[in-house]
């Protein structure tokens, strides 16, 4: 759940990144369009919340070139600007969902939740893995209906996995998706939230494929 | 425009004027006819006396009198002459004998000279031709009653009239109609304006061909209402401008409270509520420069009308911003050798220095330098900083209202340039933005000059 965002407001930037971080995503903060577009090119997120006023490259034609480019990444737009003409043209060019400033963090948070379920292809807000269930919103985690206690970054790495059930991850993108930038990282920090996952949930849940990743393997429901 | 004077129809003046000039035209021109006629009927009543004087004569010369009253009798009778006569004869005793005479004459002689006279007969003016023959021994004296001459020419001049009589109400309906039609256009251009929008105005728009004296009208009204249109666009775009503006700041206050409130982490906390601060600070900069905008409005009353002395209030700000300047180990110095005297208003004139003066710091980098220079012999204040410039192309558009330096982190509204430009405005003082000379860090640093109208009193 590592999430680009786009805002030249110092403040309001500050706040965001502290605020959607308590919310269980790692947020990466740009403050202009060029800065947004070298970043998308260089790595991979899961989501973008864009604001529309930016310095260098204004936060539409950001979208545009993204959507020129066959970037499908979802993407959030903030703006000041209420006119109906305002939204429909930042829809139109490609905007995945629109909040008006000032805006509600547990609703951002929300509706960013709902923008990567709907990416993902899934119409429920919690992940079911047979008798495993994870809450994105409330981040709880049940086994069997009992309550799983997990630390901040095993629970996103299960949600990353399970999200991605059936395919295999690579370290590299585990990294990037659970780590922000800045974010100290030794080189064995993921096998051992792998194995404190493993140790709370049964081995068979994460499967290592050696020399590539991991995976989470698909159930059918 | 208000209406100050007395509504009148256009229409009816119109009407009564042209209906009042035609009947004049008419009455004139009946006088002239009734003069005319009753010239013409005068010759042609002369000649028609001196014809049945003559042939009296020459029958009265060669006949029997009483003959000749019974011819003349008959004759008057088959012809209707209006004519009346006499006839005498001169007796042996030189006295004139009356021989015959028609009704309406008296029996004395009524008129002693020949050829033709005029007086009153019986209380009305008559006309009368003698003639004599044979020297003296007859005299024919026929003459006729004015009034025929007056009726015929009355006749002639009624003949114009009676038309004209009729023909007055219908020409005036003809009027009536003919003006409405032709002031059309007016009601149109008035129920057009009527139709108006006052929150959308838009063109005037009249169907039909317009008349080319109402088209002046429709142009200027067409002009005004664009004119108006762009000060309601620009008062529109400032509003929907301010809101953005103020809606960052507030949606930065309302996300770093929530983290604030529901963070369960100490350092994050503390950080977001210092963030609550500092935007609680932004905004109220804001709010300050917004109100200084609005105070900078023509309908605040605020006159340019003191004399200031310049020096004095850059001196005050750069005291008062001295503090901030040396918090970010900045350098404020002031180079004011001579007191500078502009007419303004010290409002506005501490506004703008102030501005000028506090953007200088915000976009210098810490440990920069900003220099203020009032020169008294040109008029000019100079505001120097080191800080990232403007580049040219973007100068004009610093002016305008929210405009940043984008590439800086600030805390600036982007309202104090724009501020400065409109009281430099009203002042008649000339704003110039250019980069400074040498600097260092790769910053070109901005001047600003404002150039006073020197008022009298300066050294």
Redesign the interface.
Known sequence: MRILLVED????G???K??LA?AGFRVEWVR?GEAALAALEAEHFTALVLDL?L??RDGLSVLASLRAGGNGIPVLV?T????VADKIRGLDLGADDYM???????ELAARLRALLRRAAGRAEARLIHGDLVLDPAARVVTLQGGVVSLTSREFDLLRVLLEAAGRVLSRRVLEEQLYAWGDELDSNALEVHVHHLRRKLGSDLIRTVRGVGYRVDEVSR | MSLTGKVYSLRRRLVALLVGVVASLWVASAIVAFQTAHGEADGLFDAQLVQVAETLLAIVVAGDASQIAHEMAEHQHAYQLPVAFQAWTRGKDGDWELLVRSAEMPEQLVSREKGFDEHDLEGRLWRFYAVDHDHGTYRVIVGQNHEARYRLAGEIALHMLVPILIGLPLMALGIWAVVGRALRPVAEVAAALGGLDARRLVRVTVPGPMPGEIAPLVRSLDALVERVGSVMENERRFT?DA???L??????????A??AA??PDEA?RS??LT?VL??VE?MNHLVEQLLTLARLDPEAGLKADQRVELRGVAERVCVSLQREALGHGQTLEIDAPLPLWVAGNAWWLEVLVRNLVDNALRYSPAGGRVRVLVDASTGLLRVEDDGPGIPEEARAQMLTRFA?G??V?S?GCGLGLSIVARIAEILGARLTLRSGQCHSRGSVGLVVEVHFPVAGGNP
């Open positions: 407001d110092r403040l309001l500050d706040g965001l502290a605020g308590g202009d006023g310095p260098r903030l000041a600007r209420d006119q008006i400033k000032p805006f509600d963090l547990d | 929907a809101a953005h503006e809606r960052t700041p507030l949606a930065a206050l309302k996300i770093q929530q983290v529901r963070s994050v950080h977001a963030q500092s935007g932004r940043r984008g590439e982190d805390d």
